[in-house]
Each structure stands twice: as structure tokens, then as C-alpha cells.
């Protein structure tokens, strides 16, 4: 699978979003290393706080699904957006502890931009496990 078909399953993941509140529909995919691709999209509620980014569900899927950190290859994230939908920084901290920190993420727009980026690099000082000894 290349980088594009990743974004393509990001694009087709939005569609499941549900925002009534913002309209703001952003899909996530991951792929894994056997090949599957789990998807997950934003889920709102009138209770903002009680909300969840596409990202944290995709994520949250795949650890219940029966995989591991060390399975997940790549994450691709897509918004109708004229922007490029960064992931907020509650996404931030989980991929820092629930993806691997150097893989892929690739954050793009139905227009056709997009920029690969990784953990590491949208987070350079994470808190993290080794913080609590």
C-alpha cells in the first residue's frame, strides 16, 4: 500500500463522521502490517467536551481490535478543509504513547494537500511513561 491509498481510506473514513456541531468531518486510517487498514472518524455530541477526534478513535479501534503499537505502520488523517487538519494536541499526547513515534503520519485535505510528518516531530517533548519513574 502506498501513501496514497492511505489518504484515500482517510477521505473515505470522513464520510463516517458525525459533526452536526462544527461540519467539521475529518477521517483517519491506519495501516497495519498485515495489510488491514482500521478506520475511525470524529464522533461529536452536544456535550463538546464528550467528544472524539478521528485520530483517538482510530487508534482506540485498532488496540481493540487486537493489535499492537508495534503492528501500526502509518497514519493517515483527511479533512474537507482548505488547512491541513493537524491533530489536536489530546491526539497528540495519545499517538505519543499509542503509536509509534517515528511511523508515518500523514495529514492531508480533499484538495490534494498534505504533508507526511511523524509523532516525534508534532510532539518533540512528550510526556510520557519514562516521565513517571
Known amino acids: ?60 479501534r485498532t488496540l481493540l481490535s487486537g493489535y499492537k503499537v508495534e503492528d501500526m505502520l502509518a497514519l493517515a488523517l483527511c479533512a474537507d478543509a482548505d488547512e491541513l487538519p493537524y491533530p489536536c494536541g489530546a491526539c497528540r499526547q495519545v499517538l505519543s504513547e499509542l503509536f509509534p513515534l517515528d511511523a508515518p503520519v500523514i495529514v492531508c485535505n480533499t484538495k490534494g494537500k498534505f504533508l507526511e510528518t511523524s509523532v516525534r516531530e508534532l510532539l518533540p517533548y512528550a510526556f510520557g511513561k519514562d516521565n513517571l519513574k
Not at 464520510?15 to 491506519?30: E, M, T
Request: proline share 2%; charged share 25%.
Open 1 to 60: 500500500m502506498n501513501k496514497e491509498e492511505l489518504m484515500k481510506a482517510s477521505d473515505e473514513a470522513r464520510a463516517l463522521s458525525y459533526s452536526p456541531y462544527s461540519n467539521f468531518k475529518v477521517g483517519a486510517a491506519i495501516l497495519l502490517k498485515d495489510g488491514t487498514i482500521i478506520k475511525g472518524a470524529n464522533i461529536e455530541n452536544s456535550s463538546y467536551g464528550l467528544c472524539m477526534c478521528a485520530e483517538r478513535n482510530t487508534v482506540y
